[in-house]
């Protein structure tokens, strides 16, 4: 019993020396790192904690970075890659449906009406993210980190309507091609507005309805010019922890180590927060609380319309996936490139992109 005792104190000791060793071979770096955006509570409850609170508290305070949102810095969703390949910024978190344009495969992670559920859209990703995170590199010189989830996209129109098909004919503001598909799958006209834009469009009839998350659009006051919100996400909103090549090689191996780490726990905890983002943004528009959620916690709730889902949606979800959002995109990605898609995300959620 005394051996025991000592070899297990021993190996306490043991891995508490390797720790002090591994951190004391993380070197002092300061990253500068772009965020996305201001108003939308990811980035001021995920994206700015992770390089100024978490990663500190992680490295001892070895490893830490200042956090600007791109919405401050004047920048498009497209431009943080191109910021990180050139070494203008250390490290950015990316929606990747803006930075899909110069190559399909990066659709591929976050395909309008793919996922069917929160556990579904992270099976899927899971599937996906080595794919993606090769390409990252291969394409444009970034080093992936690791990919997270922003609050599910939903719709919401300023007129009435009671299922999907009666949306045919109108202007949905959309911000990728998987969208726009969608919004064309459903009879509607895609229209690609920036964010900050949309209330006034919707407001001056330019667009009839549009996609974002809940909270974003509670955030931006879309309540104001909208009135009706349908209940179930259209697409999931993935995004991407990157950095600049050389400054991850810059690291060192026990540096990377901590940086995963956490990388890791910030995603965790941003999958953690999905659900409850998503009732939110249900609470805060519409005031109804749904599946044991919380009432909204960001403001006063507004007193939106919701438009709940039904078995006739589901069916319109189905039709649109299968023939103009996953058809669309094995056009767009080609055979290789969507033989990729069925044998990993597509496996997950049991549907093959055939064009």
Request: charge should be negative; include cysteine.
């Amino acid at each position: 019993m005394r051996s025991a005792g000592i070899a297990a104190a021993l190996c306490v000791a043991a891995t508490a020396a390797t720790t002090t060793t591994v951190a004391a071979e993380v070197p002092e770096m300061t990253f500068n790192v772009v965020g996305t955006w201001s108003t939308g509570a990811m980035f001021k409850e995920h994206e700015e904690p992770m390089f100024e609170t978490l990663l500190p508290e992680m490295t001892g305070g070895k490893l830490n970075g200042e956090v600007t949102a791109m919405t401050e810095l004047g920048l498009k969703g497209f431009e943080t890659v191109k910021l990180l390949q050139s070494n203008v910024y250390d490290a950015g978190f990316m929606a990747l449906a803006y930075i899909a344009s110069g190559d399909p495969v990066f659709e591929g992670i976050d395909l309008a009406l793919a996922p069917a559920n929160t556990d579904e859209a992270r099976a899927l990703v899971t599937a996906y993210e080595p794919v993606v995170s090769r390409a990252m590199e291969d394409i444009h010189g970034v080093k992936y980190l690791i990919s997270y989830p922003f609050p599910a996209q939903v719709l919401v129109c300023t007129e009435p309507f009671e299922t999907l098909a009666d949306l045919q004919g109108r202007k949905i503001r959309v911000y990728s091609t998987t969208l726009g598909d969608l919004a064309e799958g459903l009879g509607g006209v895609s229209v690609s507005i920036p964010l900050s834009e949309v209330p006034t469009a919707l407001q001056r009839g330019v667009i009839d309805c549009g996609i974002s998350s809940g909270v974003s659009m509670y955030a931006a006051k879309w309540q104001d010019v909208v009135g009706y919100l349908y209940e179930t996400p259209v697409s999931a909103g993935i995004a991407a922890v990157g950095m600049n090549m050389a400054k991850w090689d810059a690291l060192g191996e026990a540096g990377q180590a901590a940086m995963m780490e956490t990388a890791t726990a910030f995603a965790e905890k941003a999958w953690a927060a999905l659900k409850e983002t998503e009732q939110q943004g249900i609470a805060c528009l519409t005031g109804t609380v749904i599946d044991g959620g919380q009432p909204c916690r960001y403001g006063e709730p507004a007193d939106m319309t919701l438009v709940r889902d039904s078995a006739v949606n589901t069916e319109i979800r189905e039709a649109v996936l299968r023939d103009f959002v996953l058809k669309r995109y094995a056009e767009r990605c080609g055979p290789d490139c969507t033989a990729l898609w069925n044998e990993t995300a597509g496996t997950v959620i049991g549907i093959e992109a055939q064009p």
